[in-house]
T-cell receptor, first 114, second 110 residues
Framework: EPEVTQTPSHQVTQMGQEVILRCVPI?????FYWYRQILGQKVEFLVS????????KSEIFDDQFSVERPDGSNFTLKIRSTKLEDSAMYFC????????????FGQGTRLTVV | GQSLEQPSEVTAVEGAIVQINCTYQ??????LSWYQQHDGGAPTFLSY????GLEETGRFSSFLSRSDSYGYLLLQELQMKDSASYFC???????????FGKGTRLHILP
């Protein structure tokens, strides 16, 4: 069964460092998303991406965040200068049509900023 | 903006039926989804309702009333493996994103 894969599963980084979280969405999907979840809290929308550009972003997704689809398979989230409060589980998701139907989530990358 | 309200916790007994309610407030509405998340796991899709009524998928059913801005997830014949958090989520018609509620933690007692 096709699935969304994310690497790494865990990432520990020092405050102020840049991190890149990687995702391989399901191959025939057209919409891609990043969400984050701080431990014990709800899943928060960060950004959606369609047709090689950002289609929607939240207030959380400020200038220190960026996304890229460098080739036909990868979808990355870059955090330029990490802060302690960026520590969370980051989920990548993709959907075949749009956000109105089923989104498939990867297993997440647990980011810890120290 | 959008907001969703659902109970923070629900407790039920194995083999019983439980209903998790969700009310939403959005400027537009495209549909209501339900996701399940086990501890340490990723959200997994359970159901989607765009029109009023009940959708049934095995032991799980989901209901939507657009006029009441209300929906629920019904879980029947509860099993211990159903212990998880359940999130309702909406898409505002104008926005290409899914907004999640805060989740309902379902505890199942033997």
């Amino acid at each position: 069964e096709p699935e969304v894969t994310q690497t790494p599963s865990h990432q520990v980084t020092q405050m102020g460092q840049e991190v890149i979280l990687r995702c391989v969405p399901i191959s025939n999907h057209l919409y891609f998303y990043w969400y984050r979840q701080i431990l014990g809290q709800k899943v928060e929308f960060l950004v959606s991406f369609y047709n090689n550009e950002i289609s929607e972003k939240s207030e959380i997704f400020d200038d220190q965040f960026s996304v890229e689809r460098p080739d036909g398979s990868n979808f990355t989230l870059k955090i330029r200068s990490t802060k302690l409060e960026d520590s969370a589980m980051y989920f990548c998701a993709s959907s075949e049509v749009d956000a109105s139907t089923e989104a498939f989530f990867g297993q997440g990358t647990r980011l810890t900023v120290v | 903006g959008q907001s969703l309200e659902q109970p923070s916790e629900v407790t039920a007994v194995e083999g019983a039926i439980v209903q998790i309610n969700c009310t939403y407030q959005t400027s537009g509405f495209y549909g209501l989804s339900w996701y399940q998340q086990h501890d340490g796991g990723a959200p997994t899709f359970l159901s989607y309702n765009a029109l009023d009524g009940l959708e049934e998928t095995g032991r799980f059913s989901s209901f939507l009333s657009r006029s009441d801005s209300y929906g629920y997830l019904l879980l029947q014949e509860l099993q211990m493996k159903d212990s998880a958090s359940y999130f309702c989520a909406v898409r505002d018609r104008r926005d290409d994103k899914i907004i999640f509620g805060k989740g309902t933690r379902l505890h199942i007692l033997p």
